[in-house]
């Protein structure tokens, strides 16, 4: 099944799970699709973890990269978009892991939040919208993905324990502690 | 006021957009990579940890590959020197000096019995190949301390070293190439 030469009349679009099964057998053009509608997704929780743009940019590479690869173990069993947020999600952590072990050596925490751009993004979206994920950027990178994960991709205090190996009450005290920063920041 | 904070963050929160566009597109990037295979360390998941002991004899031969292509690379970087920078030189000049006070008490004289050990020889090899690394990169650095490829580079490779260091205390302390077991 190959989306390359579809007719420019034909008025259905392929589902995520067609494209899937036709990027498995190598067709870059359906990939492409799946990238054009779910890249925007990824890179907002890439964003939001991450605090920086260029890691956001890594993240969101290295996840549909992993995602061709793994396509094939795709079976259409579970709604793709959600196969692919919890892959995504996964590469976020793994690729953020990395990055703490790699400067934590070294540098601080403030020099590396002092390296967050003002600027979070690109996406033209009202005040508020932009407001948000200002102060996402300006809060200590536990407190960060606890928050984001919480508050914003909806996860339980347990999930999110499980997903960062700490404890569910130390997940409940970084977003009572981001809660507290972000008030503070609107003051 | 405390509640009406906490109602203008929830608010913030819900109306929070589910996308957001980056500044680039990255797809180009993305699809020049789809016909390379999927390196091994991708594929493991989030809170999979290998043990240092398998890690080590793998991790040996690819730490002195890695460490050649930097002696071929590195002076590439030895070009245009950048406008000085006091702070980051300061910065280079801490890092460097707490790096070697981890390495002095890595190799303490009480900590040496593993260099007896007859394969510790090629953990010194690429210890020293390591060092030599090292150098060229700081002197690349010091040159041009806002780039930041070098600085990632002399990251890596001072952590390389305390990575070897490491795994040379672990092999068995005392040890000689004529012990028995």
């Known amino acids: 099944m190959l989306f390359t ?93 990395q990055h703490r072990s790699f400067w934590s050596r070294f540098m601080p925490d403030w020099h590396l939040h ?18 948000l994920d200002r102060l996402i950027l300006r809060l200590p990178e536990r407190a960060r993905l606890v928050f984001v994960l919480i508050a914003v991709e909806g996860f339980s205090h347990d999930e999110v324990a499980r997903l960062l190996a700490i404890s569910s009450g130390t997940s409940k005290a970084h977003y009572h502690r981001a809660r507290e920063l972000m008030k503070e920041m609107l003051s | 006021m405390i509640k009406s904070k906490d109602d203008r963050l929830d608010s913030l929160i819900a109306s929070a957009p589910r996308e957001l566009a980056p500044a680039t597109d990255n797809w180009q990037a993305i699809a020049s990579r789809l016909d390379r295979p999927l390196p091994d360390t991708e594929t493991l998941p989030y809170t999979e940890k290998s043990p240092d002991t398998e890690k080590a004899p793998r991790r040996l031969p690819l730490a002195i590959a890695a460490i050649a292509m930097l002696l071929v690379l590195v002076p590439l970087f030895n070009r245009e020197p950048a406008p000085t920078d006091d702070g980051l030189h300061a910065l280079i000049d801490s890092i460097e000096l707490a790096h070697q006070q981890e390495v002095a008490v890595l190799i303490a004289p009480s900590q040496l019995a593993w260099q007896k050990v007859g394969f510790s020889d090629s953990i010194d090899a690429g210890l020293t190949e390591l060092r030599e690394a090292a150098k060229l990169i700081l002197n690349a650095l010091k040159a041009n301390p806002q780039d930041k490829q070098l600085w990632q580079l ?28």
Do not use: M
């Open chain 1, 114 to 131: 002092e390296a967050a751009p003002s600027e979070p993004c690109a996406h033209g979206g009202n005040d508020d919208e932009l407001l």
């Open chain 1, 5 to 97: 030469q579809a007719s420019p009349n034909e008025q259905q679009q392929p589902d995520d799970t067609e494209l899937a099964a036709a990027a498995a057998w190598g067709d870059k053009h359906a990939f492409e699709q799946l990238y054009r509608r779910h890249h925007q997704r990824i890179y907002a929780l890439a964003l939001r973890l991450a605090g920086e743009p260029s890691v956001a940019d890594e993240i969101l590479q290295e996840s549909f990269v992993r995602l061709w690869h793994k396509l094939p173990q795709f079976r259409g069993e579970s709604q793709f978009g959600s196969w692919f947020y919890s892959l995504a999600l996964n590469q976020a952590l793994n690729t953020l892991k």
């Open chain 2, 154 to 181: 002399w990251l890596w490779v001072q952590r390389r070293e305390i990575e070897l260091l490491t795994q040379g205390q672990r092999l068995p302390q005392g040890a000689t190439q004529g012990d028995t077991l």
